[in-house]
């Protein structure tokens, strides 16, 4: 069963709204549902697009930006996608290519430390 949450926001917003939603190829519903359940349970399976241009606003107003140049290295064990010990979530939720790991935007992300090991050739 679900219920109806009412909202007022301002045009602005809406505005926002609408175009982020338009972008995502969803209805204003199921983002605010899953806005709404990533919010309150820090889960969803919907991808945000966090890389687009309205989320990317206040980077353009004066924030700050960390450029991180240390790459970073990935296991996938039984399933899953680990970094340092930390599970990041199922392997099927990002992008495995070549030993590389993309996260479903397409950005790269690291590589598996399988495919960094040293490969020796005999040249004769």
Do not use: W
Request: hydrophobic residues 30%.
């Amino acid at each position: 069963m679900s219920k109806t949450v009412s909202s007022r926001i301002d045009n602005k917003i809406h505005k926002d709204l609408v175009e982020r939603c338009n972008q995502l190829g969803c209805n204003i519903n199921e983002f605010v549902g899953e806005s709404v359940k990533f919010t309150l349970y820090n889960e969803s399976n919907f991808d945000f697009d966090p890389d687009d241009e309205i989320a990317n606003e206040s980077k353009k107003k004066g924030s700050e930006s960390i450029i991180i140049n240390t790459p970073r290295v990935f296991d996938c064990k039984d399933g899953f996608l680990y970094e340092d010990g930390n599970n990041l979530g199922k392997c099927l939720d990002f992008v495995l290519r070549n030993g590389q790991v993309y996260d479903k935007g397409g950005n790269f992300l690291g590589n598996i430390k399988g495919s960094l090991k040293a490969k020796i050739e005999i040249i004769e």
